[in-house]
């Protein structure tokens, strides 16, 4: 079955975006920071959401839910009054901030029995990437190589190593995913290392893996822990190796390469 469904986890905290220096944004720009709305970040006339979800209608990805923080009603408000041809948009409310898999969880009642793409909010993730994760006709998460990540995006080489890592088995499907990997463990994968950039092709049961893992140390309910889950119950997670780059807007550092980038980019909703 075509999967035309993907879910963006827009609510995050954005942490990282609150911190900083503000001199180089826009007055609208600083204001989206302060408040930790990454996504809606505004990047010329458009928010960076805007760009996320083009992406998504190009990959055949027209049914998405967008996972919000209950003050977050801007979003909803901005995309209902927003004329849109190519894209369906739900929303899910995750009460708390408590991890990517409680907002996985949250879209539970869209997803159904579907099979559905899970994407952040403030990456930009490639279509052509996008379309051949949502081809998969199981479990699936794209991995994207170092040396691709940097030469096609604004993610430089010291940030690649705070990403974490997938591990194959034999067969070539994930095995695991190693975050935070040591020096050491980057030595073990050799030369062909997939970066796990939270891009992943999930069904139903992991609705289930959502709500049996435990909380992780640093108090969240983590998607990386629902799909370890997966894979321990005999789930298989195929890999969709790509060479192509994905456009992160997690600080402020990171506004005016993304504007940049973003400029001439075109937005069809």
């Not at 041809?85 to 969880?105: F, H, K, M, N």
């Not at 081809?135 to 994207?144: H, K, Q, R, S, Y």
């Not at 889950?229 to 456009?247: F, Q, Y």
Request: charged share 25%.
């Amino acid at each position: 079955m075509t999967v035309t469904k993907a879910v963006v986890m827009a609510r995050g905290l954005g942490s990282r975006m609150r911190r900083g220096d503000a001199a180089d944004l826009t007055p609208e720009q600083a204001a989206a920071a302060e408040s930790g709305a990454k996504a809606m970040m505004p990047l010329g006339e458009r928010p960076f959401l805007d760009h996320v979800l083009t992406k998504l209608a190009d990959a055949g990805l027209t049914d998405v839910c967008l996972v919000v923080a209950p003050e977050h009603g801007a979003i909803r408000e901005y995309y209902d009054a927003l004329p849109r041809t190519r894209v369906r948009i739900s929303y899910a409310v995750q009460d708390e901030p408590l991890g990517t898999a409680d907002a996985v969880a949250a879209a539970s009642g869209f997803a159904g029995s579907d099979r559905f793409v899970v994407v952040n909010g403030d990456n930009l993730y490639p279509s052509e990437s996008l379309r051949r994760l949502a081809a998969e006709t199981g479990l699936a998460t794209v991995g994207f190589s170092a040396d691709g990540l940097v030469a096609n995006s604004n993610i430089p080489t010291d940030r690649i190593a705070a990403f974490a890592l997938l591990m194959l088995d034999a067969a070539g499907s994930v095995a695991d995913v190693i975050e935070k990997p040591s020096a050491a463990d980057v030595a073990a994968l050799g030369s062909e290392r997939w970066v796990s950039m939270n891009c992943w092709l999930l069904g139903p049961r992991v609705f289930e893996a959502c709500a049996a893992i435990p909380l992780s140390p640093r108090g969240e309910l983590e998607l990386v822990d629902a799909v370890r889950w997966l894979i321990a119950a005999g789930e298989r997670v195929s890999l969709v190796p790509s060479d192509e780059g994905v456009w992160d807007l997690s600080s402020r550092g990171d506004v005016a390469r993304v504007a940049q980038a973003l400029a001439d980019g075109e937005v069809d909703l």
